[in-house]
């Protein structure tokens, strides 16, 4: 199971520069740096609004998100795209390996669609959950939906992704996991969670037993 922004997905540039507009078009947020906007990655927007902004009226919210979803789909330049080796890892990881792949996203459903979409990348996952569909992490519960719908033990899964909030919903959910350190957060954080490996490629997935 894997887990988006950040992981699969090179975005992280892009969610912070509009996660910096939103909260300048929105008005009354106090202005974060880089390093904390990127604390919320991985999180649903309704969460990660919470988290980095715990003083502000909740009010301020569907308007943040809305500036926030139109940054995103429509109006901020930053590119992005897959990390490298992400497609043909995936396609080993399924075809020459055979593993069932799935995505736990803090994404919404038609962010996670239109993502998918703009890679061509449906075709390598048996089943995905995204926070709108179930909660956010670190919530277990799309991990447990994902289980469930691919008749899978919690012994046979394990959980790819770059933040602690990954790490976290793993242990909830009572499953293995795996981080990898080219997203948000690096190696030490990322081992205080107790991963089972930690990788700097994701090519190095393919070694691991």
């Known amino acids: 199971m894997f887990d988006w922004d950040g992981t699969v997905m090179d975005s992280i540039a892009r969610i912070v520069s509009c996660l910096e507009e939103a909260a300048r078009l929105t008005g009354g947020l106090p202005t974060l740096s880089p390093e904390q906007l ?6 649903s927007l309704e969460k990660g609004f919470v988290l980095l902004y715990p003083d502000a009226p909740y009010s301020l919210f569907e308007t943040w998100k809305a500036h926030y979803g139109q940054q995103f789909r429509d109006d901020n330049p930053t590119p992005h795209g897959f990390y490298p080796d992400v497609a043909t890892t995936l396609d080993t990881l399924k075809n020459a390996h055979g593993k069932l792949l799935g995505v736990a996203t803090g994404k919404s459903r038609i962010g996670l669609d239109r993502a998918m979409g703009e890679t061509e990348s449906q075709h390598f996952f048996a089943a995905t959950r995204t926070a709108d569909e179930t909660s956010s992490k670190p919530d277990p519960l799309m991990i447990n939906a994902l289980l469930e719908e691919l008749s899978i033990n919690k012994e046979e899964a394990v959980m790819v992704g770059d933040t602690s909030h990954d790490m976290l919903l793993a242990n909830n959910a009572g499953i293995d996991a795996i981080g990898i350190t080219w ?5 030490v954080t990322l ?7 930690i990788v700097d490629t994701l090519p190095e997935l393919l070694t691991l037993p």
Do not use: E
């Not at 081992?191 to 490996?197: D, F, I, L, R, T």
């Open 38 to 43: 990127k604390q919320m990655i991985g999180l």
């Open 183 to 187: 997203g948000v957060h690096d190696a």
């Open 191 to 197: 081992s205080g969670y107790n991963p089972v490996a």
